[in-house]
């Protein structure tokens, strides 16, 4: 595989065929993901136009996701992301959400560091601060729900006290999840 700071360029075909240059060979939608999944970025163009296809291609991935039922993008910020696109010309929608994810993968990255560095109890301040992006990126994403959420004061317990505390608070998580998906 070739450094994973280049661009991986996909050539598609007239018979809508994905063509790797790099490994010579046809690909999938699939096949795409996992390469994104794995860190590299990827440029799709059309062979005969030059023209650059890859958000198409996309949107498509996240497409065919979501119809496995595989809810990415809950509705409400899909129904968002339709009125930003129907409301204004220039909207701050698509720079906002590359700062938001920009910043969530900084965390992820410093969180995933920390925790190999050290053993998992001692980052959990990491995993708080972490916690605490992914919130402000939910609060700002999301419509209020009728009740405001203050944020939790941390105080020092040990770790087993946070690990029970996570467990709550993911458990918590999942309900509300399971209730906006109904």
Known sequence: MANDKTTLLI??????RLYNTETSDYVTL??????IRDGREVQIIDLK???DLTRQYLLQIIAEHESRGENVLPVNILNDLVRSYTTQATSSVPQFLAASFDMFRDSQSKWVEQMSRSNPMAGL?????VQAQQEAFLKAMMPPVGETSEPRQSTPRDGKED?????KQLSELQEKLSRMNK
């Open 11 to 16: 050539k598609r075909y007239a018979s809508r």
């Open 49 to 51: 136009s030059g023209d």
């Open 30 to 35: 699939e096949d795409i993901a996992g390469f």
């Open 125 to 129: 301040s990491g995993f708080e601060a």
């Open 163 to 167: 690990l029970d505390d996570i467990r």
